[in-house]
């Protein structure tokens, strides 16, 4: 019941029936007064003027009796008087004397006649003044008309006419009329009432569908739509819903797939994503960012971003955070090399108010270190150049204040004068050279080139090196090196570098063996030396430009420190690598790694 | 929770339109219901008389033929008789006639015969039951004060109608028979003797007798003491007033009772035991000369009636049309008269073309008889001199008789006689024992 007093069915169907009620009770009301007032007022001015009529015949008795105070002869009987002046059914007359006593009346069962009329409109008639009233007789219950009417004699009042007529008859009428405005009214009511609910279902029902609709949009399926009834407002409504109910499962199915990115984007993304609502606790968290903090999410989620973040030591936390911006920090991470962290932390604003912040983690090692290397190599290069200068000017100053002329010191100043500028020469072109191979200037011209005509050639090259040391320089070919694809000059220049510097650190009595042999799609150079050897520490830096494991016997010996960093980028431009094995002591063994070319090997085979 | 606000608005909405269409299905016009006690008895003061009961002679004197003279007045038996008797008398035959004091000396002194007198001049248009042609009779004489019947001494009878106030008389034929005429002389014997006493006619009217007729010895008189009733003033409520539902009262600084209903007024004066009645509805036109009377009767008729033997004392005319009616109550033949008018029985009335328009009367009537005592009153002779003593003109004199002087007890009323003089201006003297010397002054007129 209270459902259904709550629905719009039950509403439409109160407000038809409180709007016909409403109709009904002013046009009933109206009409109703209407026709009673003309009643009314038709049997009043009948009992009136009937009134106005015996009153004139009375005059001439009541004048008699006044002056003369003889009884008043009416002129006969009073029934007879009365039914010839008032035909109004049932009316009750009474003649009466100025000073309110009865005189005659038509029905005198209680002996009136004699006594005073008290009732007022006597009393205003008697005043001068015809007075009319509607009472209800609570004898009968009957609703009566009490007319008044003075008897006069030029302006002197000899008595009244008094007339009580019932008015039921007239209401009796009323009563019917009434009845047929009842009846027609309730059956215009009840019939509201049911065309109320047949027009108010017309309406609820496609409003129920979408009320279904809306259930099963909320539960998450939008693949319902509403039926559409008819082309109207309501109509209308329908196809909106079902056009909303689209427009909202295609908005969904994006959010999803947005939301979806944006966690795999989170998730993988190699910057860590930190956000913090506004009282500074992680609300969320990326993998990336939890790897980088050394924490699980879980373990993240939650706590103050102040505590998860590290900061410099020289910046205060809460202003950090507060302020944003962005700094770097160094985590050390064990045996390790130290792990360089960019933070950077954006506030979260909406309109003026902070809603939370945003701090983003960048791994930037690889860029720290390259600067800290750009920084070094700066260094080297100026104290790679400054040496030679320093020597060159010193001694250009001593043959400039006079040993030029020394047959001695002249030309050994000289000579070292030039080893120097020659020494400068050869460091700016190692750094020409890295510096375009840095640039990508550097063009590779590959030939197929004879490996072994290339190595055969470079140990005649060191041959007379090697025999002037006593060192035994020997080349071991295994087998017939297929031609391989090389730039021959940028190749010899590797494999010079490597039998200088084996010859460099080999002592006397020393060995320096070049070996070479194809294996698999590679070919494999091998420069083995029974030197010094070099430290194990030192071994992952030997390619690192400016880099010597003992730099004063390096630069003594002519050497710029940039050698093994230029054939490893040569070895590398050709698809090959290059490793370093040694062993303090006991000698080193470089082993450079080429691929083949079947083109070049082919070509090889046709010219053999 | 809105929704169910409305909704529940809603429902009582159509509830109450609901009631309200019962409710005008149900409704019937304002109506005032009929008063359960609507018709309210008249209340009886007293009773109802007919016009000739009150309109009588103040005074019937008989004329003996031998010098004497005696009188009945009203409250008497026999003056009761010949009142009632000369209702059936008429008269024929008249005839303008002067009644002069010759004419007067030649029936009344030496002659037989009654002589009426009344208290005012009565129109001769209210005397039609006496057998008067009207249409003849008013032209010549329109009023009449009294009216004598002689032996004519010729064997038949002879009467005048004279009218003191125009100064003129007309002869007629009673129909009276002269043993009738004996057998009242006869009754009236007995009454008290009163001495005739001429009156030089004023001047202009030397054709028109006036005689007092006084009592002749020192009466032997009682002094009478009664038990009195004071009507309450809810009689006359009742009866003066058209509805007397619409009364309102208050009481004066005086203690005296104010009762109106808007329009009409009444006063009452405890301690005077006097009614004020004042209707200001009254159309304030002339009335008819010979309707004031019977207006003034059927008034007292028609509220609360008379309480004792009242008889027309005074009526006049004003100038502005008015007629104003005095009727005294007589106690065995004397009128009852009070100290500054404070009467027992006195009733007067200021008759309008409309009606009544102010009334006055006694509220008090005599009940119980308690006792007697004798006592004596001053010879005629000597209020005569006390009159002269006092400049008073016997011209002056509209009649002398004896009364009753009222004093209100404390539940009783004492009655004793003393001579009234009442003068022809209407002024009222009282001389006797205890009113002797004192000149009290009626103020009637």
């Known amino acids: 019941m209270g459902r259904l007093f709550r629905s719009i069915r039950a509403k439409v169907v109160l407000v038809y029936i409180l709007l016909l009620i409403l109709v009904l009770q002013f046009a009933g009301a109206y009409s109703v007064r209407a026709i009673e007032q003309f009643y009314l007022e038709n049997f009043r001015t009948t009992v009136r003027a009937q009134t106005d009529l015996l009153a004139a015949h009375v005059e001439p008795y009541l004048a008699a009796y006044a002056e003369k105070g003889v009884p008043a002869d009416l002129g006969g009987n009073l029934p007879t008087l009365v039914s010839r002046f008032v035909s109004v059914i049932g009316s009750e007359v009474q003649v009466i004397d100025r000073n ?23 009393y205003r008639a008697l005043l001068g003044t015809p007075t009319e009233t509607v009472r209800n007789d609570p004898g009968t219950g009957d609703r009566v008309q009490v007319v008044a009417v003075p008897v006069k004699r030029g302006d002197a009042v000899l008595g009244a006419v008094w007339v009580k007529a019932s008015l039921e008859p007239m209401y009796g009428v009323l009563h019917r009329i009434n009845g047929i405005l009842a009846t027609a009214g309730v059956l215009a009511v009840v019939l509201a009432a049911v065309l109320g609910a047949a027009l108010s279902r017309t309406i609820t029902r496609p409003i129920q569908d979408i009320i279904r609709q809306t259930d099963a949009m909320a539960k998450g399926d939008f693949t319902r739509r509403v039926r559409i009834y008819s082309d109207d407002e309501i109509g209308q409504l329908g196809r909106a819903f079902n056009h909303l109910t689209a427009r909202l499962q295609k908005a969904l199915a994006d959010h999803e797939e947005e939301r979806e990115k944006l966690a795999s984007v989170l998730a993988n993304m190699q910057d860590g994503v930190v956000a913090a609502d506004s009282r500074g606790r992680v609300i969320l968290v990326n993998r990336r960012a939890a790897h980088m903090l050394g924490r699980t999410e879980d373990a993240l989620l939650g706590l103050p971003l102040v505590e998860c973040l590290p900061f410099p030591r020289d910046r205060d936390p809460e202003d950090g955070v507060g302020a944003g911006g962005a700094w770097i920090v160094e985590q050390e991470e064990g045996a390790h090399r130290p792990r360089f962290l960019r933070i950077a932390i954006t506030p979260i604003r909406r309109g003026t108010a902070r809603r939370g912040v945003i701090a ?44 030029m002329g020394d047959p001695e010191l002249g030309p050994r100043f000289l000579r070292v004068a030039q080893n120097e500028t020659e020494r400068m020469i050869r ?51 295994a087998d017939p090196l297929p031609p391989i694809s090389l730039d021959r000059d940028k190749m010899l220049q590797v494999f010079d570098n490597l039998l200088s510097n084996a010859l460099k650190y080999t002592g006397p009595g020393g060995t320096v063996s070049v070996s070479a042999r194809a294996d698999g799609p590679w070919v494999t150079v091998t420069v083995t030396d029974t030197g010094i050897g070099i430290p194990a520490e030192d071994l992952p830096r030997v390619f690192e430009r400016f880099y010597r494991v003992d730099k004063a016997r390096s630069r003594e010996l002519g050497g710029t420190g940039l050698g093994l960093s230029i054939a490893r980028e040569i070895v590398r431009a050709h698809g090959g690598e290059i490793v370093i094995d040694s062993e303090v002591g006991r000698g080193t063994t470089v082993t450079v790694r080429l691929p083949l070319d079947e083109e070049a090997r082919a070509a090889d085979v046709g010219t053999g | ?131 008067v ?154 009335v008819k000369q010979p309707d004031g009377l019977s207006m003034a009767v059927q008034f007292v008729n028609r509220h609360g009636g008379w309480t004792g033997s009242f008889a027309l004392a005074r009526l006049t005319q004003g100038e502005d049309g008015r007629q104003r009616v005095r009727f005294r109550e007589y106690l065995n033949g004397y009128p009852l008269v009070g100290p500054e008018g404070r009467d027992v029985g006195r009733m007067e009335l200021e008759v309008w073309g409309g009606g009544v328009r102010v009334y006055t009367r006694s509220t008090v009537c005599l009940e119980r008889y308690v006792g007697h005592e004798a006592t004596a009153l001053p010879h005629v002779a000597d209020v005569l001199r006390q009159l002269a003593a006092w400049h008073i003109p016997t011209r002056d004199i509209e009649r002398l008789s004896l009364a009753y002087l ?26 006797g024992q205890e009113a002797e010397t004192r000149r009290g002054h009626h103020g009637l007129e």
């Open chain 2, 133 to 286: 042609d009207r249409e003849a009779l008013a032209p010549v004489l329109p009023t009449v004060r009294r009216i004598v019947v002689y032996r004519d001494g010729k064997g038949g009878l002879r009467a005048y109608w004279v009218s003191d106030a125009l100064g003129k008389a007309v002869a007629a034929r009673p129909n009276l028979t002269t043993q009738a005429l004996d057998a009242y002389l006869k009754m009236g014997r007995a009454s008290l003797r009163v001495e005739a006493m001429p009156i030089a006619s004023p001047n202009g009217r030397d054709g028109l007798a006036r005689v007092l007729y006084v009592p002749a010895d020192p009466p032997r008189v009682r002094k009478f003491r009664y038990e009195y009733r004071t009507i309450p003033d809810r009689a006359f409520v009742q009866s003066l007033f058209v509805n007397p539902r619409l009364i309102r009262s208050g009481r004066e600084a005086d203690g005296r009772m104010v009762y109106t209903d808007g329009h009409r007024t009444v006063q009452m004066a405890g301690k005077d035991y006097l009614l004020d009645y004042y209707d200001r509805t009254v159309q304030m036109t002339p």
């Open chain 1, 100 to 122: 309110g006593t009865i005189l005659a009346a038509s029905f005198d069962t209680g002996n009136v006649v004699g006594k005073k009329n008290g009732y007022l409109e006597v």
């Open chain 2, 1 to 131: 929770m809105w929704e169910r606000v409305k909704t529940a608005v809603l429902s009582i909405l159509v509830a109450l339109s609901a009631a309200l269409s019962w409710m005008l299905w149900d409704a019937a016009p304002e109506t005032l219901p009929l008063e359960g006690e609507t018709y309210v008895p008249t209340a009886s003061i007293g009773e109802k008389r007919g016009l000739f009961d009150v309109v009588t002679p103040v005074e019937v004197v008989f004329h003996h033929g031998d010098g004497t003279h005696t009188a009945a007045y009203p409250g008497t038996p026999i003056h009761g008789v010949i009142a009632v008797r000369f209702r059936e008398w008429t008269f024929q035959g008249f005839v303008p006639e002067p009644y002069t004091r010759t004419v007067w000396e030649a029936y009344a002194r030496r002659g037989t015969g009654l002589e009426l007198v009344f208290g005012g001049e009565i129109p001769v248009t209210l005397l039609q039951p006496l057998g």
């Open chain 1, 427 to 477: 460091l700016v072109h190692d750094l020409l050279q890295l510096s375009k191979i840095d640039s990508k200037q550097w063009r590779m011209e590959k030939t197929p080139t004879s490996l072994s005509h290339l190595l055969y050639q470079v140990k005649e090259h060191f041959q007379f090196q090697a025999d002037a040391r006593n060192i035994a320089l020997t080349l071991s070919l």
């Open chain 1, 360 to 403: 983003v983690l960048s791994d930037v090692t690889e860029q720290e270190t390259l600067e800290r290397e750009r920084r070094e190599f700066v260094a080297n290069v100026s104290h790679e150049l400054r040496t030679p200068l320093t020597t060159l000017k010193s001694y250009l100053e001593v043959l400039q204040e006079g040993v």
């Open chain 2, 406 to 431: 009222c004093r209100y007890r404390e539940t009783f009323v004492d009655l004793t006689p003393v001579w009234l003089l009442e003068r022809t201006t209407g002024e009222m003297l009282l001389i």
